[in-house]
């Protein structure tokens, strides 16, 4: 009975302590913190502007494309990649283009909102072109010197480099895309200095399904490059796909790596030469079927362009990530066919001088 009362009083004594303890941490009110302040800085150039030095040559090849002066652009975001189109970079636009810039982190949309003001300090940077075509048609890059040689631009990889280079300033409302008329669309050798239109928020009325190349006479819906070994040489003959032209049996935006091995396994590309233009030596899909399971080809998510045209026949390709929330979703039926038209909203690029639009999300495209 005695031990019983001491051990009662034991206990609440214990008791007693930890309350005493631990009751703060749990009732205090802490601060809420501080709202990060945006950043107001004065632009010293136009996004047109760094265009057109490009153009010009002032950023070199042999020094790295690297900027050397003093020099800030502005713009506003008018992209987000949380559906999974966009990868490790965003665009800005102003009022004369629209540019990437290659942020290299995932999910951006956390930290740059649509619609949200941003400032890029591109001294030590480096200005660079993607999809270079003859007359200088490609996409104009903002990044950081890619150390591998293989590119203009690489991406703002570390978090010192980031944060010393794009401040984010106020927040405002979602960009307000342009519609374009036909004849406001990029003619074959228009580049972002000739066309304000080239990497900002646009929409396209009007298209249709498939289109007819006037120089070779092919009809096009659907392109997509594949490798037997993404690990190999992406460039060597023997290690490419190209699935294009029509027939490809490509009926979703893109392709998630279960759709591709769905595609692959039911024999619609066995018939496909392995290998670049006029240098398809290394036999067909067909041939590395095995045991049916392609053994030598790799399984992988795959982009695909999806080729429309507008009433007078011009070209625009709608590209889509295979890595994106909507890669596998199905194009309607009429669509595929010819007899409903779409209009798209997205980013207005350029690779190699060919229209490319690149949506923020699947709402982004509408049947009309």
Known sequence: ??????????????????????????????????????????????????????????????????????????????TTDQPGNFYKSLYIQDETGGIEVKIGKNALYNDYLPGQKLY???????????????????????????????YETSYLESPII???????????????PVVLKESELPGSSDTQKTN??????????????????????????????????????????????????SGTGITTWAMSKAKM??????????NVYIGNAKDYNYGTVGDRKGDGTYPTIEKAAGSVSQYFHTPSGKCVQIRTSGFCKFSDTEIDPAVLAGTKKISVTGILCLYQGNIQMVVNNIDDIKIQ
């Open 1 to 78: 009975m005695k031990t019983n009362k001491i051990f009662a009083a034991l206990a609440a004594i214990t008791l007693f302590v930890s309350c005493e303890e631990f009751q703060p941490v749990f009732t205090v009110d802490y601060e809420n913190p501080s709202p990060a302040k945006p950043v107001e800085m004065t632009a010293t150039h136009t996004i047109a502007d760094v265009a057109q030095m490009y153009t010009n040559g002032t950023f070199k090849a042999s020094e790295y494309y690297r900027v050397k002066d003093y020099i800030v652009v502005s713009g506003v975001v008018s």
């Open 120 to 150: 890029v300090l591109c001294q030590d940077l480096s200005v660079g072109q993607y999809g270079l075509g003859s007359n200088g048609n490609g996409m104009i890059q903002i990044g950081f010197s890619d150390p591998s040689g293989s």
């Open 162 to 176: 980031i944060n010393t280079h794009v401040f984010t300033g106020e927040k405002g409302n979602p960009v307000t």
């Open 196 to 245: 304000k239109n080239v990497g900002r928020l646009v929409t396209i009325t009007d298209l249709t399904y498939g289109w007819d190349d006037p120089k070779y006479g092919d009809h096009n819906e659907a392109f997509v490059l594949l490798y037997l070994d993404s690990n190999k040489d992406k460039k060597a003959s023997s290690n490419r796909i190209f699935i294009s032209g």
């Open 261 to 270: 091995t769905e595609y692959l396994y039911s024999g619609i590309w066995d």
